[in-house]
């Protein structure tokens, strides 16, 4: 299956507590709505955990998350006054919205590939790195015992700006948000940090994965309360919000 083209926008919404239940009803009815909007080419509404790890233990109830690729600029925006942005905006107590251009992208989701091919151009600014996978259900437990190590490093790793987990369901749907200072600290991370390289090394020699998917974007805009994706305290909001 080709690539699918256009803009692709993250929208990160805080809840409390109170509202969890109408979030998970949303949950329940949402995707296929999101999926059926004008101008969405692919999407995917998303819970979201810490990042520590990928149990259910791990899950944050209070904060929801939808990945949409557009087929133009003119249908993203759109989305605030779209059913399915409109029936969140009203439970958030806070929100953030993403403006990402791809960079790169590797494998399927959902037997999509779904962001564009690489546009080209140096990248000097922040990035965001996506990753997400299917579980093959009889290697979750060594799976998820691996993951501890490579947590702990990334929450110290130089350049890391925010992060968080991803998930379409509590348990086999995994994945991750993180946003880097620059394309530099992201590849010293992902290549050159003991714990990630030997992650990636069990990821061939284990067959986690039944699907994956690893994806790079540029950050190209950032609107609304940066605490909602738990950005770092001496990372600096101007450096994203308005970076082409």
Known sequence: ???VPGLVTLHVWRISRAAVPRALARMAVHPARLRRAPGVRFGKLLGTGTGNGFGPGDADLTRWAALVV???PAAAAGFDASPVGRSWARIA???VRLELRPLSSRGEWSGH???DEPSGGRVTGPVLALTRARLRARRAVTFWR???PVATALAGAPGLLARFGIGEAPLGWQGTVSVWRDPTDLVAFAYR???HRAAITRTGTEGWY???LFARFAVRDVVGDLAVLGWAAEGDP???RGHA
Do not use: I
């Open 93 to 95: 107590r806070s929100s």
């Open 193 to 195: 940090h003991p714990e």
């Open 70 to 72: 557009w087929d133009s």
């Open 146 to 148: 691996a993951v501890p």
């Open 113 to 115: 590939r779904p962001f």
């Open 1 to 3: 299956m080709s690539p």
């Open 238 to 240: 101007e450096s994203v």
């Open 210 to 212: 039944a699907e994956e």
